[in-house]
């Protein structure tokens, strides 16, 4: 969702905590008491709250982040006496903590593009609430679909969203969506005419807040590890909307087809006119491990590919990290297709910045966005560009965008290969 801006990052340190990455379940220390918990970061001078369930089953350990209906399995649990770990290598993302059996201390470590944050964090076992152990008895009500332009403080730019919200009393629960991405599942309650919304989901901390005014319009203030009281406002608009990916993206005239030459992820270089693609329907996809809503594309493309393989279906990744460094960005890369289990090729291009992108594939007229599926026909042409990816906490754009990708899929498959193809 954040526009890209480049940058290096030093990542060789985390290769040895990368490489870790396996079982969520270990050893269990027999003093961490089971059930759920309460968290708090700190953030921007404020704490953000978020809540997580340890789970104890046969002398193993487990940890769930919770976030509205998300129960997000950690990636990878370690626990030594009172020390414990709770990482996703697939972000390079760290939580290391000491325990006393029913409260944790410690640091979140999260990796941004020139960077890394290390924030405090608390936790006590046993309560359940987000923010306010006792709810407002007469919370404004805010559930429904409002429209929503977000600014940005350091130019002034203005990006249009839509945000989604589900309420039961004072529980609140919702996304919030904009052409470039998703801000993933949110979790919290309206406090009167107060709203407060947060999420903790492993790779990224976020706090929502605002306020109903009597016009009915909501005004309030986003922070991430990035952004610092960053302002939106909000309006009931049940026929919100947000332009048509399809046209976010597209080739330049006269550019020739799209073609380009990367590394996999064993150093062979990897292109479109290997006879692996020849007649074949290739979905480029643009993303990078550092992107939560890359990952939650891999879920839904596993599937996918799986579905549509032997009908002559391949997928490419082309992935864009913190780093133009590839040893540095391997671990990472390599702990993403792990967590996902990958099996087409990810080819790795460099780092996010945009001159990376405009050189790495200068046919196209820009990339807004990660990720951007490139559909390419069993001809070598491309029929269609698609910006972003519309997660699941989004719920009905999302339901959307994977009938329309499948019909689209479907409908390429479903032409012959070229005369002179191998395959026709």
């Known amino acids: 969702m954040p526009r890209m801006k480049s940058g290096v990052t030093a990542l060789r340190s985390l290769a040895t ?215 939106w406002i909000a309006r009931r608009d049940a026929n919100a909307a947000l332009g048509d990916p399809r046209t976010m993206t597209g080739m330049k005239a006269g550019a020739g087809p799209l073609a380009f030459s990367y590394p996999d992820m064993d150093g062979r270089n990897v292109s479109l006119a290997d006879a692996a693609y020849d007649g074949k329907v290739v979905l480029v996809i643009l993303a990078g491990s550092w992107c939560a809503t890359c990952h939650d594309e891999a879920r839904v493309m596993g599937p996918i590919y799986a579905e549509y393989a032997s009908r002559g279906l391949e997928v490419l990744y082309l992935m864009y990290e913190y780093t133009a460094d590839f040893a540095a960005a391997k671990p990472q890369l390599s702990a993403w297709r792990r967590r996902f289990a990958i099996e087409h090729p990810m080819l790795f291009v460099g780092d996010t910045g945009r001159d990376t992108r405009g050189r790495s594939l200068p046919m196209l007229t820009d990339v807004v966005a990660f990720p951007t599926t490139i559909f390419v026909d069993r001809a070598g042409q491309v029929r269609t560009i698609l910006t972003s990816f519309p997660g699941p906490a989004t719920g009905e754009p999302h339901e959307a965008y994977k009938r329309d990708f499948r019909r689209t899929v479907e409908a390429l498959l479903a032409e012959p290969p070229p005369a002179n193809s191998r395959t026709g």
């Open 17 to 231: 905590l990368l490489t870790l990455a396996g079982s969520a379940a270990v050893a269990d220390p027999a003093n961490l008491a089971a059930g759920p918990w309460r968290g708090e970061i700190g953030l921007n001078g404020q704490m953000v709250p978020f809540n997580f369930e340890v789970i104890r089953e046969s002398g193993s350990l487990a940890v769930h982040y919770l976030n509205g209906a998300e129960r997000m399995p950690v990636e990878l649990v370690s626990a030594d006496g009172n020390s414990l770990a709770f990482d996703f290598p697939s972000f390079a993302a760290t939580l290391r903590a000491t325990h006393d059996g029913s409260s944790m201390r410690g640091t979140i470590g999260l990796l941004r593009q020139n960077s890394r944050h290390e924030l405090p964090f608390s936790a006590r076992q046993g309560p359940r609430y987000r923010f306010f152990a006792t709810p407002s008895q007469k919370p404004d009500r805010v559930d429904g679909i409002w429209s929503m332009t977000i600014s940005d403080p350091t130019d002034g730019d203005e990006e249009a969203a839509i945000a989604t919200f589900t309420q039961q009393g004072a529980a609140l629960a919702g996304s919030v969506l904009t052409a470039t991405g998703d801000q993933r599942y949110l979790a919290g309650e309206m406090r009167d005419s107060t709203l407060l919304l947060s999420a903790f989901d492993g790779g990224g901390v976020r706090l929502w807040r605002g306020e109903l005014g009597a016009d009915g319009v909501l005004r309030g203030t986003l922070d991430t590890v990035t952004s610092v009281a960053t302002p």
